[in-house]
């Protein structure tokens, strides 16, 4: 098969894929925003924190909850990356500089994240999950949930009322974003994407030996496509062949990374 004919086949499969899906789950993450009804283990969450599941929020208020979420959240990731030689699975790695952890803080928080390190050389797997990963499903939760605030207040104009952060943000990471990450990481284990926390010592071509590192990547690349996050756990990101191993694995990132914008416009 030539490169043509390959390059064709992908898109049409790509566009299938994301046809087949438009419907069904651009109505799934409808259900998840408009839904009255709280899970158990919600209503637990809620409690824990103090929040008023059933409270409605003026724009202004709404506002306030995401500023004040992300600055919370920017000063715990900048505490884990300058901590984290103090943390598990710290590899033997320092603690960020503070201007570098600041600038990876705000990155990732804000979903643009921009790296200004190789994540395989600088950060332990720690810092990786808990720090990065977790911003990657929290940043990603908060731009729908922005998104679709926006919509309730031209659809409502008149109440005053654009819904409740606290119940959309526990929403869309746990109904949307965190089903989804699972089914994806299990198939890019299949493609032999790593998951583990040990490097490999290998024997290279010259009959030298490498160390190569490894690390939980299948569970951070996937929210990093899904949540259309730029950040990965290495350096080259998708170019490496430990995140993007073989042709299906590529159409499976392309497809996250397209699958929530695409089917927003459903929702």
């Known amino acids: 098969m030539n490169d043509t004919l390959s390059g064709l086949l992908t898109i049409a499969a790509l566009v299938g ?7 069904p789950f651009g109505d799934h993450m409808a259900r998840v925003v408009t839904g009255t009804r709280h899970a158990r283990p919600e209503r637990a969450l809620y409690r824990l924190v103090g929040v008023d599941p059933d409270a409605q929020q003026s724009a202004r208020s709404y506002a306030t ?6 600055g919370v959240s920017i000063l715990v990731l900048v505490a884990i990356l300058m901590g984290q030689q103090h943390l598990p699975f710290s590899r033997g790695l320092p603690g ?3 201007d570098m952890a600041v600038n990876t803080a705000v990155s990732f928080v804000t979903n643009t994240n921009w790296q200004s390190y190789a994540g395989e050389s600088t950060l332990g797997f720690t810092a990786q999950m808990a720090g990065l990963a977790v911003q990657n499903f929290l940043s990603a939760a908060v ?3 922005v998104a679709v605030a926006l919509v309730r207040g031209f659809l409502a104009s008149r109440s005053g009322t654009v819904g409740n952060f606290w119940v959309d943000l526990v929403r869309v990471t746990g109904r949307i974003l965190l089903p989804v990450a699972v089914v994806g990481a299990v198939l890019l284990l299949t493609q032999g994407v790593v998951q583990s926390f040990a490097d490999q010592t290998i024997t290279t071509v010259t009959g030298g030996s490498q ?3 490894g690390g939980p990547v299948a569970s951070q690349e996937v929210i990093k496509q899904l949540g259309t996050n730029g950040g990965g756990f290495f350096n080259a990101n998708s170019a490496h062949p430990f995140e993007n191993p073989t042709p299906f694995s590529n159409l499976l990132q392309i497809a996250l990374l397209l699958l929530i914008p695409v089917c927003l416009t459903r929702t």
Do not use: D
Request: proline share 9%; hydrophobic share 70%.
């Open 143 to 145: 731009g729908i949930c």
């Open 65 to 70: 909850s995401v500023l004040a979420f992300s």
């Open 96 to 98: 960020m500089p503070w």
């Open 211 to 213: 160390v190569v590192p």
């Open 17 to 23: 894929v994301l046809a087949l899906a438009w419907k």
